[in-house]
């Protein structure tokens, strides 16, 4: 397991935003996370949850409100000792080159007036200085690493359908190699069948270069099938942590639960009961006392509605944040 | 009896590609029908002429729609008046799209009824109130007091489904309804269109590109790809025994739960 070495950690990372009238918006509360070389992390939740929240955080794109970043032991962003830390200058250059992102609809990703082989030769010749006429071979050799031809080489993005432009997305992010790739709904906007390709061209590029994945998704049989870790968050915060493998037998948290029993599956029994979770999520304005989910949370206690439960260990790589777990 | 049946039905857009090509099927009284496909096969197209209510250039090119006994493209502008809402309703993938921003729900409600049925505003407020709580929706008071954006995406959909449901049509047409919601909301208004089907004995016709959702649903599934109808047939025939490559394709690539039929 000596491939498992930490690239990124979090520690109790929080994200506020200030609304209008005093009224603060905790999108990410004391949230505590690493991501290893070579695996898959996967974070599950709803909309609102916080996890696209996260991701932008964990890529600089949004700064810290409280907590902190580490990347590989060095602080890269937050508050230490009541001071404001953020990478600058070459290093954040440093950083964003070894850690890439790929956006939900890539059709927004692109410039509209730009081809894709500019697109591509970018990287090239921003981070690694190459000639153009290099930085074009290496463009062709990237889109042969995405499985598509040369000719794609002299089109726009118009010309291209989703799931095209998804590849090109990878095949950009990939080029230099990162550590770290961060899929913030990579296939939702995509058809299944072509959400399979992608997906498994993502697996094929982390066993040849073994990045670390931070992979967000709602899709739980997606997430399941891909990832070796699973991170649930429920408004803000983390309620689950768990093994990839089989987490529908191992889940406890009772939202995890929830969302597991939400999921259709082609195969079930469509006579089945649907289990329906009641109720509304708390507003993320203002405090919440307590544990988030004890509104719509079957089996709530007054413990529930006083005191908020903290992630505890209950076997190894499988941390719960329940009272009765 | 059929509540609505196609007959070799095709759509062109703008004298173009076909969007959809011969295309017949049936959807019997009381029944759920779902259309999957991905995008771009014309499943939204279909369920679009199927109430009339194509896009600009959007043209019946060939076949008939026929709703109970008679043809929709012969009917006169006031007949199509009635049967939309009456005889049949819709929903669409996002329902804050086609609530009105700027008026409440009530008063929104309230109207469509009252275009449909003579009835005084007060007793149109006492059966959208009625249909609210029907479909569970959280403080019906407060829901109708309320301006679109105040309500979540869930709620929205839901008093679109309300909406659509209390004039208690025959068929209900439903492009997409979930597609736009978390999972947990979408068990719920898969739920509540059930129960409604169960309750009110309607037909549906629901148009979803998630086969875990037609599955759970349906009947009868259709499957259609590039503007044809590849497959149709029960969900046991459908979802079990396969006949098209298409469709065993299509089941093969959706994601899996492993120990789905155990749980806990």
Redesign the interface.
Known sequence: MENNREIIRLENVSKTFDLRYHKTLRAVDNVSLSLHKGICTAIVG??GCGKSTLARMVTLLEPVTDGMIYYKNEPIGGMQNGRNIALRGEKLREYRRNVQMIFQDPANVFSPRMKIGTFLMEPWIHFEKKSKKEAREMAYYSLKRVYLGEEYFDKYPHQLS?GELQQIAIARAIALHPEVLICDEATSAL???I??EIMALLKEHQDETNYAILFIS?????V??FSQQVVVMYLGRIVEIMNG??F??H?RHPYT????????????D?DKD????E??AQSPTGEIKGCVFCNRCSQAKDICRQEAPVLKPIRTGHQVACHFA | MNVLELRDVSIIYQNTKEAVKHVSFAVPEGKIVAIVGESGSGKSTLIRAAIGLLPAGGELASGQILFGEKDMAAMTAEELRHVRGEGMAMIFQNAGDYLNPRRKVCDQYVETLRCHQSMTKKQGYEIAKKMLATLKLPDTKHVMNAYPFQLSGGMKQRVAIAMAMSMNPKLLLADEPTSALDVTVQAQVVKQMMDLRDKMGTAIVIVTHNMGVASKMADYIAVMQNGELKEFGTREQVIYHPENDYTKKLLTVVPKLQGETDGE
């Not at chain 1, 709602?218 to 997606?222: I, K």
């Not at chain 1, 649907?274 to 979770?277: A, K």
Request: glycine share 8%; charged share 20%; proline share 3%.
């Open positions: 709803e909309s989703g058809d299944v069948s959400q399979q709602h899709d739980l049989a997606l399941e099938n493998a089989a529908r037998m889940a639960k929830a969302l597991l029993g939400s999921v259709f599956s082609i195969y079930d469509p649907i289990y329906v979770l109720g509304e």
